[in-house]
């Protein structure tokens, strides 16, 4: 079963070195200023105490679960590339530090998820280094995959590695003493209070190794969230034997070719989503880390062309579709860039600089998805798609939200069906109301780029003047 509480989450996913240094006394040397544009090899000294001190930040926008990158002691600013799995980097923080953390981000009522990285590690990790030092004799030579000794990484490495980095050795994931240790390491940080893990390249690793880890978690922490990293198809990974959901690359796709790319119309996506749709198990299709972008992929805005209204159009889908919805550190105040190591840039807190009307919106949408149960439990109804318009419902014990995402690019007068004759709708996000007339609902001189939410207005209700 999948946790209880993740059908009502909306994550807010955080990379460390970028999101808030308290101060000066744990930056690595060499450490550049804050606003300097990202690399790839460069720290800023985010750590664990500057991520506490902006937790009433992710609360206030809405957000109920913190997704937080690698946070263990690695060589790199992205921390991918483990050398000590129980040990919190010290350019990070000390175990108290991050137990802190976890203790101020529950009384806020977020929940909080770690990052592993079980397919690979750093040549610093102690079994590797042993492979190093003995060779063919090591106890650790199962852990990895060499294919001659002595190891070299000139020019390239004679060992299994991701990615083809020398620094990052593959582990051997089918190897029962592997598993074991990460086992015991997931089971470490639970026991701790963490609220469940996300698996970096989770498609990489041995089948059995989620199979055993599922088991072993789940028979002690039964509300642990398990999500694993997959751009394709997700669907071996839903099966009830591995994970609760995966990171939804695959909806993702489809919101931007049809609002960003103008790559497929309103009734292909529409049956793109149905057959994708039609692939989830129903158990696990809430429990879908939904999402616009992570630290692997170009920033919302930047993709979306600086255009934010097509950005306000694709959070609109974000917060009202099934699943756990989660915003990328900085997207909600309009940060930009393109591949990492852009999309990594350190967060802006001088609110002076913020897209005030963006931030606005992804709140708003939030606060709307908190307080109507249809956008996190109900189901979801196509109702009409033609050209570049989808309107849809969500339903949950009678009451429904309706939804229109308009793509065209230019002003136009619009006609909805509606399966009532004469009805009143509300539009969420601006209290305008709008009549419905004959099963119809006429939208005239509609704005390009635009999305609505309604909600029905009850007889007993007042409302605003109808606009027809």
């Not at 999500?227 to 931007?256: C, I, N």
Request: some cysteine; overall charge negative; aromatic content about 12%.
């Amino acid at each position: 079963m999948t946790p209880n509480w993740i059908q009502d989450a909306i994550f807010y996913q955080i990379f460390p070195d970028r999101f808030c240094n308290s101060g000066s006394s744990l930056n690595p040397r060499d450490t550049v200023p804050w606003n300097s544009a990202p690399q790839g090899h460069t720290f800023t000294g985010g750590d664990l105490k500057g991520i506490q001190s902006k937790l009433q930040h992710i609360a206030n926008l809405g957000c109920t679960a913190i997704y937080l990158n690698p946070i263990f002691k690695a060589g790199t600013n992205h921390r991918y590339d483990t050398e000590d799995y129980f040990l919190i980097d010290p350019a990070l923080g000390t175990l108290q530090d991050f137990k802190d953390l976890l203790d101020a981000a529950h009384q806020l009522n977020l929940k909080v998820i770690l990052d592993g990285v079980f397919n690979h590690c750093s040549t610093l990790f102690a079994p590797f280094q042993d492979l190093l030092q003995h060779g063919e004799e090591s106890r650790y030579r199962h852990w990895f995959t060499p294919y001659s000794f002595p190891l070299t990484h000139t020019p390239y490495a004679n060992y299994a590695t991701f990615g083809n980095h020398g620094s990052m050795p593959r582990l051997n994931t089918s190897e029962k003493d592997v598993q074991d240790y990460f086992i015991q390491v997931t089971l470490y940080w639970l026991s701790l209070g963490v609220n469940g893990w996300r698996m970096d390249v989770a498609f990489e690793a041995d089948f059995l190794l989620w199979q055993r880890l599922r088991e072993a978690v789940k028979s002690q922490y039964p509300e642990a969230y398990l999500v694993a990293e997959e751009w394709r198809d997700p669907f071996s990974y839903l099966q009830g034997d591995t994970f609760d959901g995966v990171m939804h690359y695959t909806l993702k796709d489809l919101w931007f070719g049809l609002a960003v790319h103008d790559g497929i119309n309103a009734q292909a996506f529409v049956q793109a989503v149905q057959t994708l749709r039609n692939r989830l198990p129903a158990a696990h299709e809430k429990a879908m880390l939904t999402l616009l972008g992570s630290h692997d992929t170009p920033r919302v805005l930047t993709e979306a062309r600086d255009r934010e209204q097509t950005v306000k159009l694709l959070y609109t889908l974000l917060m009202t579709f099934p699943g756990a919805p989660m915003v990328y550190y900085g997207d909600e105040v309009g940060l930009n860039g393109g591949h990492d190591p852009a999309c990594r840039k350190g967060m802006v807190w001088q609110e002076e600089h913020w897209n005030r009307s963006l931030y606005q919106h992804i709140a708003s949408l939030i606060q709307l998805r908190k307080t109507q149960p249809e956008l996190r439990q109900g189901t979801l109804e196509f109702l009409h798609a033609d050209d570049r318009v989808v309107w849809y419902r969500r339903t949950e014990n009678g009451q429904s939200t309706y939804v229109l995402i308009n793509c065209t690019h230019m002003e136009r007068d619009i006609t909805l069906p509606f399966d009532a004759p004469d009805q009143t709708l509300m539009e969420s996000l601006t209290g305008c109301s709008f009549s419905v007339r004959n099963g119809k609902l006429h939208l005239r001189s509609l704005a390009p780029r635009t999305s609505l939410v309604f909600t029905e207005v009850k007889s007993e209700t007042p409302a605003n003047p109808v606009l027809v």
